[in-house]
């Protein structure tokens, strides 16, 4: 049976052009949802905007109107420039005294600040129509910590689950959710092309579900939590992780 | 053909009962074990089995009868639960006025509502378990948003043992994750908050206030309480790939109500 309430509704997917954003495309897609898709990397599929910019999100706003669903996946542990849209991941583990201020403020703009000014633009519509689904992505890293992608990354998801849990609360008397995903170890085409990719065998063989997770495996919850399943579902963050960590 | 056993399914307005009519849409084969006889009735698709799950043999011997019939498990749902209506002798009973937390309780109820909330996931699981993983399935167990709040003093209609066999049936969906994660059975749980079955609807009627056991419903941020249809939809995804990569979590559904 297909998930109840996708039918027919508007989506707007940030971070589309690829991973787990390209997967979300697909998978609401397949549900016949109307997709919009974002990404400052461009591909034939997407509007491509700066969401660190907010001219260029009220651009992409004058261009997707009022979306039911509104999915922001842009981001990274490295911040893509319109110069490099789609950069590499590092070799190695990224540690404190790595990080100079130039990228703390990148980092923290390319997850945290594209997920406020794009949920500032779009929120007030569902507002008004007294319909919406925000899911946001935060990270394993903001749950139990990392020891590779780097504090400015592991603060700036841990800031998505703030916004998260605040806008629940404000947006809720409109009948708009808001939720976030955590994702774990997800094999994207940019992660496997990374050392990162070579997670080590010992480390899937400590996982409870034993695999590393794939950009299908978080594009099905997003699924869920914008059908109805998820409509009782607010100011929650859910852990995608194969059982690595629990939540709290 | 897919086999699912749900527990705490018979009651008419539970989620239960609707995650028993869901998880026939999705195709599976749905046992449900119950002590509520009354209501087998209305589930005539379904395969129906008389079970007091405090009682570790009577869930046994359902779950051997569940095996024998359709040869396998898939798909564990551990509904039953809550603070009265769950013996035999008071099944039907309206709900007990006043608040019972763990310090005015008696060890009886102590004792009723742990059976009936904790130890029935406890002996589900264990005697489904060796099923499940021969071709991997998934379990899923409904906890509350008590285990994350507790029950605040004044209100009715719950209990303090309830709030912690709750958090104890959370933390026995993380060990199940643990030990059947590698055989492909995922294990997980929802937290409801105020949601309008049929036993909200008793409470609200015998209390004669707007308020659920776990406060106003002018607090929920959603500003509304929850549907059984939307909470057993959300049971049911956990069931199906779509939750292909969660395991030992458990799922909030409180309509902000309580942000972990």
């Known amino acids: ?248 | 053909m897919k086999v699912a056993i749900v527990t705490g399914a018979a009651k008419p307005d539970s989620i239960g009962h609707e995650v028993a009519l869901r998880l026939l849409k999705e195709g599976m084969q749905v046992v449900v074990a119950d002590l509520y006889e009354e209501g087998f009735a209305a589930l005539k698709q379904c395969v129906c089995m008389r079970c007091d799950v405090a009682d570790s043999s009577s869930v046994e011997d359902m779950v051997r009868n569940a095996v024998h019939r359709f040869g396998r498990i898939d798909v564990l749902v551990n509904c039953v639960g809550g603070s009265w209506g769950i013996t035999r002798k008071d099944l039907l009973s309206s709900p007990p006025l006043g608040f019972r937390g763990l310090t005015n309780c008696s060890l009886d109820d102590w004792r009723t509502i742990v059976a009936a909330n904790l130890d029935s996931v406890f002996y589900a699981a264990r005697a489904a378990a060796p099923h499940l993983r021969k071709q991997g399935g998934a379990i899923v167990n409904v906890a509350s948003i008590a285990a994350r709040k507790g029950i605040p003093p004044g209100s009715e209609g719950s209990s303090g043992p309830y709030a912690v066999a709750k958090a104890g049936v959370m933390g026995l969906t993380r060990q199940l994750a643990l030990e059947l994660g590698e055989f492909g059975v995922r294990v997980n749980c929802v937290a409801p908050g105020v949601i309008a079955s049929g036993r909200l609807k008793r409470v609200m009627a015998l209390t004669g206030k707007e308020r659920g056991p776990e406060g106003p419903m002018s607090s929920i941020p959603l500003k509304r309480v929850g549907t059984v249809d939307e909470c057993a939809a959300l049971i049911v995804a956990l069931c199906t790939d779509d939750t292909s990569y969660m395991t030992g979590v458990t799922v909030d559904a409180n309509g902000a109500s309580y942000a972990a």
């Not at chain 1, 519509?125 to 319909?131: D, G, Q, S």
């Not at chain 1, 699924?223 to 109805?228: H, I, P, Y």
Request: aromatic share 6%; net charge neutral.
């Open chain 1, 1 to 248: 049976m297909p998930l109840e309430g996708l039918k027919g509704r508007k989506a707007l997917v940030t971070g589309a052009a690829s991973g787990i954003g390209a997967s979300i495309v697909e998978r609401l897609k397949r549900e016949d949802v109307q997709v919009f898709a974002t990404d400052i990397h461009a591909t034939h599929e997407v509007i491509v905007a700066d969401l660190t910019d907010a001219d260029d999100v009220e651009k992409l706003s004058a261009r997707v109107g009022a979306p039911d669903f509104l999915i922001n996946v842009a981001g990274g542990p490295v911040a893509p420039t319109r110069q490099q849209t789609l950069p590499d991941l590092p070799s190695k583990a990224l540690l404190l005294e790595d990080l100079d201020e130039k990228q703390w403020a990148s980092v923290i703009a390319a997850n945290l600040t594209t997920a406020f000014l794009v949920c500032r633009e779009f929120a007030p519509r569902m507002k008004a129509r007294k319909f919406g689904r925000i899911v946001n992505f935060a990270s394993i890293a903001a749950r139990r910590g990392s020891d590779r992608v780097g504090v400015h990354y592991a603060a700036a998801k841990g800031g998505i689950i703030g916004l998260t849990k605040t806008l629940a609360l404000e947006l809720g008397p409109h009948n708009v959710t808001v939720n976030a995903i955590a994702p774990g170890f997800i094999k994207t085409p940019r992660i496997e092309a990374a050392d990162w990719g070579n997670a080590s065998a010992a480390f899937l063989e400590s996982l409870p579900l034993r695999r590393a997770g794939t950009p299908d495996d978080i594009a099905g919850v997003v699924a869920m939590l914008c059908s109805d399943a998820g409509g009782y579902v607010s100011g929650a963050t859910l852990d995608v992780n194969g059982g690595w960590y629990f939540g709290p």
